[in-house]
């Protein structure tokens, strides 16, 4: 199943026949509470969404759902990068972080006082972008610097943040994009009116406090980007596609010229003109009532003042007449896209793409997934459409196989839209991708939060809901013959193609290290807003505590197998796991037979057509490994349940294999290895930390070579994936038909009488660290870090203490890392720590930490961080904040459906049988800061660090890493344990 963010396709039942019955119509009604609130409802949206509108046009988008004691909230704002003025780009991002910085009220102990610092700061702003003299530039930045070190002796840092801590909010953030500015907390709901007080005040009013670092902050985050192939792609397109329109012409990070010259008049200017009800909404689904919920809504927001709202006029753009390509390089794997660009959000193209883009790339079924990445004709390949309001683009991508060209790839991906435009794909087609959506839905609107993204992107788009939920109902009346049609007239040569080459990066911009005095945090201070807030009492929430012995149920086959089994109450979706204890620890070809699974047919169906029968069905399947197991999973709606089943038991009886698809898997291991090792991400946290924890005897460098795996017989293999059968093996069951499913398994899952023991698990041991810095050289702007000891073997009477220590120390925008780091010395955009528990017992903990900073900040970056991790910052209020904040969280935490087995399987893996969340509420609660500083002294003061580097060698200070230990440069292919690449031809 694809599941994908830029289009929400909404669950609607119809009818089958001539006429609508009436109870299956989508229209759209008007009511008015008991308040005297105007609301719209729509016949048979399955949110239950309420829509209101205040009188000052606010938008209130409210639903409930019950599954926990939580609400999920979001604030959007229309107000993106497509509105930033020309000579302000990234002023709609930039904006976005400074909303957390307080108001007249919040983050201030004399906002008298603070205001005339920060109307110097914001004048020295204005000198500072007219000055065009370098060395004058840089003294009126000395100037800001001095006096926003003044004023943040006035101001209080994260003052937002610590309050929202405080509420147990998680998912604490925002994200700017073209369209839209967007505000999330996911919070208790006894904690709602809190909340709304602290929102209602955040919105009234903009204060740019702390406004240098936190552009330096932002700055980083730029840096990011340029260090991200991905995002030069993606901008590279855009910029071709749309030569004219602001989609690509100004990107939401901003260029660099303009961050490093910002006005803080233009984003005031900015801030009065959007940031107006009118022009924003309210979003709440959750564990909420209506009526009370929006007379809240309203008396916390209603006074708002409404302003006309003008969108400046956006270019129109003149047809692409021939393809256009362009070219970027960077160090992660070469790919190929290929962009078309449609029109906007709720045109009718929408509404066709949508289909096309299924119907090649279902992940499943597609003629994309079928043609090209089930034969493996590329390395991989796929396609997604994205709309905005003024226009959309439908991209598709690919990678290539060793020794193929992009070139070649980019025609692969044209030649399936032939396949379209020929009308070759099956008749069934368009049904069953409407059934695919219509699943899809089921399963994402279980979720509070999936339900919410959907209002988000209904608002922002301005999207009438009515005609949201009828889309589905809108894409079933498309007939192949229209689908053929559209596609010829619409997939012609007027397409951008961005090759992103494997080569040197190009047109990076490295700046200077501006040296920025640390401003002070002043923790132990608090306004007067926040001592108010801290005074309201809330009803608290008690702890959830399952009784796993009730909670799933068991029972057992005809052949003994014991079933596991949670009932589904809520949908008629079902899931069908067969569990082994065992995975490739304990044979270590069982991950390359289960990987070449997904490339079998039979002796009665081909690869492909195997692919089409699960999907005709609406039945996902799947084999997966891990270290100590593996599991079958059949899974769907509840009602083709058996035949999903038979048709997987068919496979795994009857599965063939076939050598020259064995050879091409073959070549897509060694090619996914050449790939991996390019990516920065996997070499620092799977090469580099697996390195850190095991040195050379690791899991990850116990591999096959591709010598090795090329004189494996596929027959093996697939002996290997039949042989699973005859092991030991469990059953778990999700669903509303325990009995179909027995009598299912009874009939059609055929072991032997007895079955076999699991081979011995080879252990893997982890080696001491300290003393040691692992450098990868690699070419990037930034550089990351990651900071790893080895602690004691893991002791159940560790998690709630460390719990707590993780939420005041070095986890969220209020931990004690953010704040020294990142807010008070602006040496890292993002900057994190924590001590994690072993998942398994009788392994050892970690304490880890992590900076990814410019290179030239990386010596302040690593004192300030080992200062940290050796002397913690005492602040007994943050504390007590902290404490609350993971009190409220635990409590508030609730585990649902499948979910209850799943984690009942971890909590026994370390030695566990009990639910013990209300046992660590109950820990925490009877905790003073002495014993968080007896946790810290005893197990994160005083470790002994192994220092994992990636970054550019001509940028790194190597003399300074050599302060941290010895320097140790590890060869990528070494890490990894990979030979060196020889191209496999296919």
Same mark, same amino acid.
């Given at each position: 199943?694809?599941?994908?963010?830029?289009?929400?396709?909404?669950?609607?039942?119809?009818?089958?026949?001539?006429?609508?019955?009436?109870?299956?119509?989508?229209?759209?009604?008007?009511?008015?509470?008991?308040?005297?609130?105007?609301?719209?409802?729509?016949?048979?949206?399955?949110?239950?969404?309420?829509?209101?509108?205040?009188?000052?046009?606010?938008?209130?988008?409210?639903?409930?759902?019950?599954?926990?004691?939580?609400?999920?909230?979001?604030?959007?704002?229309?107000?993106?990068?497509?509105?930033?003025?020309?000579?302000?780009?990234?002023?709609?991002?930039?904006?976005?972080?400074?909303?957390?910085?307080?108001?007249?009220?919040?983050?201030?102990?004399?906002?008298?006082?603070?205001?005339?610092?920060?109307?110097?700061?914001?004048?020295?702003?204005?000198?500072?972008?007219?000055?065009?003299?370098?060395?004058?530039?840089?003294?009126?930045?000395?100037?800001?610097?001095?006096?926003?070190?003044?004023?943040?002796?006035?101001?209080?840092?994260?003052?937002?943040?610590?309050?929202?801590?405080?509420?147990?909010?998680?998912?604490?953030?925002?994200?700017?994009?073209?369209?839209?500015?967007?505000?999330?907390?996911?919070?208790?709901?006894?904690?709602?009116?809190?909340?709304?007080?602290?929102?209602?005040?955040?919105?009234?009013?903009?204060?740019?406090?702390?406004?240098?670092?936190?552009?330096?902050?932002?700055?980083?985050?730029?840096?990011?980007?340029?260090?991200?192939?991905?995002?030069?792609?993606?901008?590279?397109?855009?910029?071709?596609?749309?030569?004219?329109?602001?989609?690509?012409?100004?990107?939401?990070?901003?260029?660099?010229?303009?961050?490093?010259?910002?006005?803080?008049?233009?984003?005031?200017?900015?801030?009065?003109?959007?940031?107006?009800?009118?022009?924003?909404?309210?979003?709440?689904?959750?564990?909420?009532?209506?009526?009370?919920?929006?007379?809240?809504?309203?008396?916390?927001?209603?006074?708002?003042?409404?302003?006309?709202?003008?969108?400046?006029?956006?270019?129109?753009?003149?047809?692409?007449?021939?393809?256009?390509?362009?070219?970027?390089?960077?160090?992660?794997?070469?790919?190929?896209?290929?962009?078309?660009?449609?029109?906007?959000?709720?045109?009718?193209?929408?509404?066709?793409?949508?289909?096309?883009?299924?119907?090649?790339?279902?992940?499943?079924?597609?003629?994309?997934?079928?043609?090209?990445?089930?034969?493996?004709?590329?390395?991989?390949?796929?396609?997604?459409?994205?709309?905005?309001?003024?226009?959309?683009?439908?991209?598709?991508?690919?990678?290539?196989?060793?020794?193929?060209?992009?070139?070649?790839?980019?025609?692969?991906?044209?030649?399936?839209?032939?396949?379209?435009?020929?009308?070759?794909?099956?008749?069934?087609?368009?049904?069953?991708?409407? &059934?695919? =959506? @219509?699943? !899809?839905? *089921?399963?994402?609107?279980? +979720?509070?939060?999936?339900?919410?993204?959907?209002?988000? %992107?209904?608002?922002?788009?301005?999207?009438?809901?009515?005609?949201?939920?009828?889309?589905?109902?809108?894409?079933?009346?498309?007939?192949?013959?229209?689908?053929?049609?559209?596609?010829?007239?619409?997939?012609?040569?007027?397409?951008?193609?961005?090759?992103?080459?494997?080569?040197?990066?190009?047109?990076?911009?490295?700046?200077?290290?501006?040296?920025?005095?640390?401003?002070?945090?002043?923790?132990?201070?608090?306004?007067?807003?926040?001592?108010?807030?801290?005074?309201?009492?809330?009803?608290?929430?008690?702890?959830?505590?399952?009784?796993?012995?009730?909670?799933?149920?068991?029972?057992?086959?005809? &052949?003994? =197998? @014991?079933? !596991?089994? *949670?009932?589904?109450?809520? +949908?008629?979706?079902?899931?069908?796991?067969?569990?082994? %204890?065992?995975?490739?620890?304990?044979?270590?070809?069982?991950?390359?037979?289960?990987?070449?699974?997904?490339?079998?047919?039979?002796?009665?169906?081909?690869?492909?057509?195997?692919?089409?029968?699960?999907?005709?069905?609406?039945?996902?399947?799947?084999?997966?490994?891990?270290?100590?197991?593996?599991?079958?999973?059949?899974?769907?709606?509840?009602?083709?349940?058996?035949?999903?089943?038979?048709?997987?038991?068919?496979?795994?009886?009857?599965?063939?294999?076939?050598?020259?698809?064995?050879?091409?898997?073959?070549?897509?291991?060694?090619?996914?290895?050449?790939?991996?090792?390019?990516?920065?991400?996997?070499?620092?946290?799977?090469?580099?930390?697996?390195?850190?924890?095991?040195?050379?005897?690791?899991?990850?460098?116990?591999?096959?070579?591709?010598?090795?795996?090329?004189?494996?017989?596929?027959?093996?293999?697939?002996?290997?994936?039949?042989?699973?059968?005859?092991?030991?093996?469990?059953?778990?069951?999700?669903?509303?038909?325990?009995?179909?499913?027995?009598?299912?398994?009874?009939?059609?899952?055929?072991?032997?009488?007895?079955?076999?023991?699991?081979?011995?698990?080879?252990?893997?041991?982890?080696?001491?660290?300290?003393?040691?810095?692992?450098?990868?050289?690699?070419?990037?702007?930034?550089?990351?870090?990651?900071?790893?000891?080895?602690?004691?073997?893991?002791?159940?009477?560790?998690?709630?203490?460390?719990?707590?220590?993780?939420?005041?120390?070095?986890?969220?925008?209020?931990?004690?890392?953010?704040?020294?780091?990142?807010?008070?010395?602006?040496?890292?955009?993002?900057?994190?720590?924590?001590?994690?528990?072993?998942?398994?017992?009788?392994?050892?903990?970690?304490?880890?930490?992590?900076?990814?900073?410019?290179?030239?900040?990386?010596?302040?970056?690593?004192?300030?961080?080992?200062?940290?991790?050796?002397?913690?910052?005492?602040?007994?209020?943050?504390?007590?904040?902290?404490?609350?904040?993971?009190?409220?969280?635990?409590?508030?935490?609730?585990?649902?459906?499948?979910?209850?087995?799943?984690?009942?399987?971890?909590?026994?893996?370390?030695?566990?049988?009990?639910?013990?969340?209300?046992?660590?509420?109950?820990?925490?609660?009877?905790?003073?800061?002495?014993?968080?500083?007896?946790?810290?002294?005893?197990?994160?003061?005083?470790?002994?660090?192994?220092?994992?580097?990636?970054?550019?060698?001509?940028?790194?200070?190597?003399?300074?890493?050599?302060?941290?230990?010895?320097?140790?440069?590890?060869?990528?292919?070494?890490?990894?344990?990979?030979?060196?690449?020889?191209?496999?031809?296919?």
């Amino acid at each position: 199943m694809k599941f994908f963010k830029p289009i929400l396709l909404l669950l609607l039942v119809v009818a089958v026949g001539c006429k609508e019955s009436k109870k299956d119509q989508v229209v759209a009604e008007k009511h008015t509470d008991p308040n005297g609130f105007n609301y719209e409802t729509v016949t048979n949206d399955p949110t239950g969404l309420r829509l209101y509108t205040l009188d000052n046009g606010l938008k209130v988008y409210l639903s409930r759902n019950t599954d926990e004691p939580k609400i999920q909230t979001f604030i959007p704002v229309r107000a993106g990068s497509v509105y930033d003025p020309g000579d302000n780009t990234g002023l709609a991002h930039y904006l976005e972080h400074m909303v957390f910085k307080g108001t007249d009220e919040i983050g201030t102990q004399d906002w008298e006082s603070e205001k005339v610092l920060l109307q110097e700061i914001s004048n020295l702003y204005e000198a500072h972008k007219k000055e065009t003299d370098t060395l004058k530039k840089a003294a009126i930045y000395r100037q800001i610097d001095s006096v926003s070190q003044l004023a943040s002796k006035i101001s209080i840092a994260n003052e937002y943040d610590k309050m929202v801590s405080s509420l147990g909010a998680e998912g604490t953030n925002a994200w700017t994009s073209h369209e839209e500015t967007v505000y999330t907390n996911k919070i208790p709901s006894n904690e709602f009116d809190k909340w709304l007080k602290l929102e209602s005040e955040r919105f009234s009013q903009l204060v740019l406090r702390l406004f240098h670092t936190e552009l330096e902050a932002v700055y980083e985050e730029f840096n990011r980007s340029q260090d991200s192939d991905g995002r030069k792609e993606y901008y590279e397109m855009l910029k071709t596609l749309f030569p004219e329109h602001p989609y690509g012409q100004q990107p939401t990070i901003g260029i660099s010229e303009h961050l490093k010259n910002p006005s803080m008049v233009a984003i005031n200017n900015y801030f009065n003109k959007y940031y107006v009800p009118n022009n924003m909404a309210v979003i709440l689904v959750g564990d909420l009532e209506f009526d009370e919920t929006i007379k809240k809504v309203n008396d916390a927001f209603g006074s708002f003042k409404a302003k006309e709202v003008t969108y400046p006029e956006r270019p129109k753009e003149q047809p692409i007449t021939a393809p256009i390509e362009k070219e970027v390089f960077g160090p992660e794997a070469a790919r190929v896209s290929i962009g078309f660009r449609t029109a906007g959000i709720g045109s009718d193209e929408e509404k066709y793409i949508t289909l096309i883009d299924m119907i090649l790339n279902n992940s499943e079924a597609g003629l994309i997934d079928l043609n090209l990445n089930q034969k493996q004709k590329v390395q991989r390949a796929g396609c997604y459409p994205v709309f905005n309001n003024d226009y959309g683009v439908h991209t598709f991508y690919g990678y290539p196989k060793s020794n193929q060209s992009l070139e070649d790839v980019k025609t692969l991906l044209l030649g399936q839209i032939e396949e379209v435009k020929k009308g070759n794909f099956d008749d069934w087609m368009i049904q069953a991708v409407v &059934n695919d =959506l @219509k699943l !899809s839905e *089921i399963r994402q609107y279980e +979720n509070a939060t999936y339900v919410a993204y959907a209002y988000v %992107d209904a608002f922002v788009h301005f999207q009438d809901w009515e005609a949201k939920v009828k889309k589905l109902d809108e894409l079933k009346k498309i007939t192949k013959q229209e689908l053929v049609d559209f596609a010829n007239k619409f997939y012609v040569d007027d397409y951008a193609v961005v090759y992103k080459r494997q080569g040197e990066s190009r047109n990076l911009v490295k700046v200077e290290n501006p040296r920025i005095t640390p401003i002070e945090l002043n923790r132990d201070k608090q306004s007067a807003f926040l001592k108010a807030f801290n005074e309201i009492e809330v009803s608290p929430i008690k702890p959830q505590e399952i009784d796993y012995s009730t909670a799933i149920k068991e029972t057992s086959t005809k &052949n003994g =197998l @014991k079933v !596991s089994y *949670i009932e589904n109450d809520v +949908n008629d979706l079902a899931e069908l796991d067969v569990i082994f %204890d065992m995975g490739k620890d304990s044979n270590k070809k069982l991950q390359q037979a289960i990987g070449y699974v997904e490339y079998l047919g039979t002796d009665k169906y081909s690869p492909e057509e195997l692919k089409k029968e699960f999907y005709k069905l609406g039945i996902n399947y799947g084999v997966s490994t891990a270290d100590d197991y593996c599991y079958v999973s059949v899974s769907g709606l509840s009602e083709n349940m058996d035949k999903g089943l038979e048709l997987f038991e068919h496979l795994w009886t009857n599965a063939v294999a076939n050598q020259e698809t064995y050879d091409k898997y073959v070549q897509n291991i060694g090619k996914r290895r050449e790939d991996g090792k390019a990516n920065k991400g996997n070499i620092l946290w799977n090469g580099l930390m697996n390195y850190g924890m095991y040195g050379e005897n690791s899991r990850l460098r116990d591999i096959y070579t591709i010598d090795e795996l090329k004189s494996i017989s596929p027959e093996e293999l697939v002996t290997i994936f039949k042989d699973l059968k005859n092991y030991k093996q469990r059953i778990f069951y999700y669903g509303n038909n325990l009995q179909g499913a027995i009598t299912s398994l009874d009939e059609k899952h055929q072991i032997p009488e007895n079955l076999e023991e699991y081979p011995e698990a080879k252990d893997y041991m982890e080696k001491e660290t300290g003393g040691h810095v692992y450098f990868v050289n690699y070419d990037m702007v930034q550089s990351e870090m990651l900071f790893l000891a080895k602690g004691e073997t893991f002791d159940p009477k560790k998690m709630a203490a460390s719990a707590l220590f993780n939420t005041y120390f070095g986890s969220g925008l209020s931990s004690i890392v953010f704040q020294e780091i990142r807010e008070s010395k602006s040496l890292a955009y993002s900057a994190f720590s924590s001590y994690r528990n072993a998942s398994e017992k009788g392994k050892p903990n970690y304490t880890y930490a992590y900076i990814g900073t410019q290179a030239n900040k990386m010596p302040e970056a690593v004192d300030a961080m080992m200062e940290l991790m050796t002397n913690m910052p005492e602040a007994e209020k943050q504390f007590q904040a902290a404490k609350e904040s993971t009190l409220k969280q635990l409590a508030a935490e609730r585990i649902n459906r499948q979910d209850i087995f799943w984690e009942y399987e971890r909590l026994k893996k370390r030695g566990i049988t009990e639910d013990n969340r209300k046992k660590m509420y109950n820990e925490i609660q009877q905790m003073d800061f002495n014993d968080l500083k007896n946790f810290f002294n005893e197990n994160i003061k005083g470790e002994t660090y192994d220092v994992m580097v990636i970054g550019n060698k001509n940028d790194v200070d190597m003399e300074a890493l050599k302060k941290l230990g010895e320097v140790e440069e590890v060869d990528v292919d070494y890490l990894f344990n990979y030979e060196k690449p020889k191209p496999i031809k296919s």
